[in-house]
């Protein structure tokens, strides 16, 4: 079952615009990770944030943590057209290794040149 | 460094049939997971190996078995094939993987796309 939810579901911008993406998870967690994936491809590890951590920064993204929300969110600045791609956030729970990811659907995002 | 690799990268089967998947973590890796990602949907954990024993199982059948060998690489192996296998399959490597453990930055490799007829 899938623990996170992801909002929106797609997002299409325009080039430069900065795209917004929230993650909702339902269990207490050790950390969080986003991941990128091209169409078909694997999966891109972008930023974890641990539940201590409440923001985090690589390059044009920028990660925060709510855990009293139990949600994350990840903005992609100044966005390229090379940022199409589906955006995960995936938990490792306190129960489990960490290394047992629990995924959301992903949102779909667009970037329109 | 090589990231994680696996094999093959796309493969076609007939339902009933058996499938065997290789994946080779990370060098330094100890921790090998395997998750399945149907069309439209988020990556669902399968298994979890540590240092050779298995550590977590998602909720798949028992034709679903895996295993982790002494190189820390990974075999993931499906028995009796169904049209619901059709997926792409992932396995992720990460340098830790003992319970309890937090922080742990997982890699995942392209995936091996599976197609049962």
């Known amino acids: 079952s899938q623990q996170g939810e992801e909002d929106p579901q797609a997002l299409s911008i325009q080039e430069g615009e900065n795209a917004t993406m929230n993650c909702s998870y339902k269990?207490?967690?050790?950390?969080l990770q986003w991941y990128r994936q091209n169409s078909g491809r694997g999966l891109v590890h972008l930023i974890l944030?641990?539940?201590?951590?409440r923001e985090k920064h690589s390059g044009r993204l920028r990660v925060t943590l709510d855990t009293s929300k139990k949600s994350s969110s990840l903005l992609i600045t100044a966005s390229r057209a090379a940022d199409t791609a589906s955006y995960f956030c995936?938990?490792?729970?306190?129960?489990?290794?960490?290394?047992?990811?629990?995924f959301g659907e992903g949102t779909q995002l667009t970037v329109n040149p | 460094d090589a990231g994680v690799t696996q094999s093959p990268t796309h493969l076609i089967k007939t339902r009933g049939q058996h499938v065997t998947l290789r994946c080779s973590p990370i060098?330094?890796?100890?921790?090998v997971s395997w998750y399945q990602q149907v069309l439209g949907q988020g990556p669902q954990f399968i298994f979890q190996?540590?240092?050779?024993?298995?550590?977590g199982r998602g909720n798949f059948p028992d034709r679903f078995s895996a295993r982790q060998f002494p190189n820390y690489s990974s075999e993931l192996n499906v028995n009796a094939l169904l049209l619901g296998d059709s997926a792409l399959y992932l396995c992720?490597?990460?340098?830790?993987?003992?319970?309890?453990?937090?922080?742990?930055?997982?890699?995942f490799g392209e995936g091996s796309w599976l197609t049962v007829v």
């Open positions: 060098s330094g890796h100890k921790s």
């Open positions: 190996y540590y240092e050779k024993e298995e550590r």
């Open positions: 992720a490597s990460s340098r830790r993987g003992q319970p309890g453990f937090s922080g742990n930055t997982i890699y």
């Open positions: 944030i641990r539940s201590n951590e």
């Open positions: 995936a938990t490792g729970d306190k129960e489990t290794s960490g290394s047992r990811l629990t």
């Open positions: 269990t207490s967690i050790n950390n």
